[in-house]
């Protein structure tokens, strides 16, 4: 299994981005998925979480949206009016047979 984020970087407050998380190894299409952040000396937080059809979601941040391509095993989170404290490294991860895997992580920085 391997998750591999991209789309992160810097980017002024009140801007867009949208993370990808590209998953190959297993059947994507199976399982759902979720975006987590972590911000040094605090805890991973969950931003988003979408079941494996993609007809539910639930976000956190009402500015950010969770979706999934099955035909492309990738999984997105658009993130619009970003603010200073959306700055946090990006995890992509889901569950598979109880075993956790999770990207590697994209840095997001919100800053003017």
């Known amino acids: 299994v391997q998750l591999v984020e991209s789309g992160g970087g810097l980017v002024q407050p009140g801007g867009s981005l949208r993370l990808s998380c590209a998953a190959s190894?297993?059947?994507?299409?199976?399982?759902?998925m979720s975006w987590y952040r972590q911000v040094p000396g605090k805890e991973r937080e969950l931003v988003a979480s979408?079941?494996?059809?993609?007809g539910n979601t639930n976000t956190a941040e009402g500015r950010f949206t969770i979706s999934r391509d099955n035909a492309k095993n990738t999984v997105y989170l658009q993130m619009n009016s970003l603010k200073p404290e959306d700055t946090a490294v990006y995890y992509c991860?889901?569950?598979?047979?109880?075993?956790?895997?999770w990207g590697q992580g994209t840095q997001v920085t919100v800053s003017a």
């Open positions: 190894g297993y059947t994507f299409s199976r399982y759902g």
């Open positions: 991860y889901c569950m598979i047979n109880n075993i956790n895997y």
């Open positions: 979408i079941f494996s059809t993609g």
